[in-house]
């Protein structure tokens, strides 16, 4: 017998929107019965009547800097997960730097659980590190159910999370041979000065030049070498730069086992429109120009792209200062978690895409992609009751006072977008109704990845 039941009549699943009845147990589906509503045989006080909002696999952002312990001023896991249970988040997989100590080894990622446990309102599943000379902590992470691992072929920001070379890469790669885990590469390499001290600081055009397409083609172009000779499962983040594209598409087409994200910024912003001193719009890689930016949806329709996250990367207010710090000194990081979910459903649906298409995109490619499929990113009989119930066609304007996360820093204060959140449900509790959070406390859990692991070089 369900102890809970939702019906709607535009219940999205990966292949089709139809109307629905969903029997839930123990914050887990238990049946679908599609194209019906009658709910006539249950009890009413365990019926949850969508009405006319649309219900949707809760999203699943696979990329968020949470920063805590050691830099929770700049963002904390109550004010993360609070931050996505507001925008139809329910299931976020944390980045590994930021925090201090960073998540490098099996002992830093049990202090960072630690930290989190009390206090997550989504789930949360945890992204480890590459650095140099920790290639021997892999596979004991691995074990234990991390999603994967992220390195950076550039200086990360932050001292404590060092850049690798390509023998690092190779270490780890080996390390990781059998395993089904996947290497996720910030992918830019230094090519060296590209701007001069006379260059005005001020400008966007500026910072842009510093960090020029070339930076992420030649980093793309190591990542595909080494994916294919160790046929080891790896992912760009935040691809920023169209002209990789090419590539890329070649690449997935010989079977490397690549894939690809981009991000809310580098489909919603453009380089053209940024002001002088906007500091709030920083972030690296660069958002690039209106032209870049539609060949980045012509990716993200065509499949090469396989899924749009945050990439929520806060700071406190003073890193970054806009309209008085200039671009060059400023951090570079975007907050949208809470509204990724509506910046994305605005481009999207201008542009054709679908329901399903967002549920691919958002849901089920997230959730894949970092080894939790079984659990989170569908609509499914034997899938935690997660559910995002929103209005894809109620329009609201992004305040400065709705803001969940800690630092109430974003480009997207005053923008018009459609898609508004109603209610956020995790594992069949609703966490989140119409701008009050209603489990009286945090009930998150943390996610970890779907079976033991094989390792075939054991």
Request: with cysteine; hydrophobic share 35%.
């Amino acid at each position: 017998m369900a102890d809970q039941v939702f019906v709607g009549g535009a219940v999205v699943f990966e292949d089709e929107t139809s109307s629905a009845v969903i029997e839930v147990k123990n914050g887990k589906i238990t049946k679908i019965h599609k194209n019906t509503t009658d709910v006539s045989g249950y009890p009413k006080d365990i019926v949850t009547d969508c009405g006319g909002l649309v219900l949707m696999p809760g999203v699943v952002d696979a990329h968020v800097h949470v920063n805590e312990p050691g830099r929770t001023d700049w963002e904390g896991f109550s004010s993360a997960t609070r931050s996505a249970a507001a925008g139809g988040v329910t299931t976020i997989i944390d980045m590994p730097l930021n925090s201090i100590p960073p998540t490098t080894s099996q002992e830093h990622w049990e202090i960072k659980q630690t930290a989190a446990k009390p206090q997550c309102w989504v789930d949360v599943g945890f992204w480890g590190g590459v650095i140099p000379g920790n290639d021997n902590c892999l596979q004991e992470m691995v074990r234990r159910g991390i999603c994967g691992f992220k390195c950076f072929l550039i200086h990360s920001g932050v001292d404590e999370f060092p850049a690798v070379n390509y023998e690092d890469v190779e270490k780890a790669l080996q390390a990781l041979q059998g395993t089904n885990s996947v290497l996720l590469f910030h992918a830019e390499c230094d090519i060296g000065t590209t701007v001069t001290e006379s260059d005005p600081a001020e400008k966007y055009s500026t910072f842009l030049a510093s960090r020029p397409d070339r930076m992420e083609e030649l980093a793309i172009e190591q990542v595909i070498r080494l994916s294919e000779k160790y046929k080891v499962r790896c992912h760009i983040v935040h691809l920023s730069t169209a002209k990789a594209l090419p590539m890329i598409r070649s690449a997935q087409a010989r079977g490397v086992p690549l894939s690809v994200e981009t991000c809310h910024h580098y489909l919603t912003l453009s380089a053209e429109t940024i002001p002088d001193y906007a500091t709030e719009y920083k972030c690296c890689p660069p958002v690039r120009g209106q032209a870049n930016q539609e060949d980045l949806w012509k990716a993200v329709k065509d499949g090469t792209i396989c899924q749009v996250v945050s990439d929520h990367s806060p700071c406190t207010p003073n890193l970054k200062m806009p309209g008085e710090m200039d671009f060059m000194a400023a951090w570079g990081g975007i907050s949208s978690l809470q509204f990724g979910l509506s910046l994305f459903w605005t481009g999207a649906s201008q542009r054709g895409l679908t329901l399903q298409d967002v549920v691919k995109l958002m849901c089920s490619g997230p959730a894949s992609q970092a080894s939790i499929s079984h659990c989170k990113g569908a609509i499914a009989e034997g899938k935690d009751a997660d559910f995002v119930l929103w209005d894809p066609h109620a329009m609201f304007k992004v305040e400065k006072d709705m803001i969940e996360h800690k630092n109430k820093l974003t480009p997207y204060i005053g923008r018009s977008l459609y898609g508004r959140v109603y209610k956020t449900v995790v594992r069949g509790k609703t966490v989140y109704e119409d701008g009050k959070f209603m489990t009286g406390k945090p009930q998150g859990q943390f996610v970890f990845t779907n079976s033991p692991v094989s390792f075939a070089k054991l």
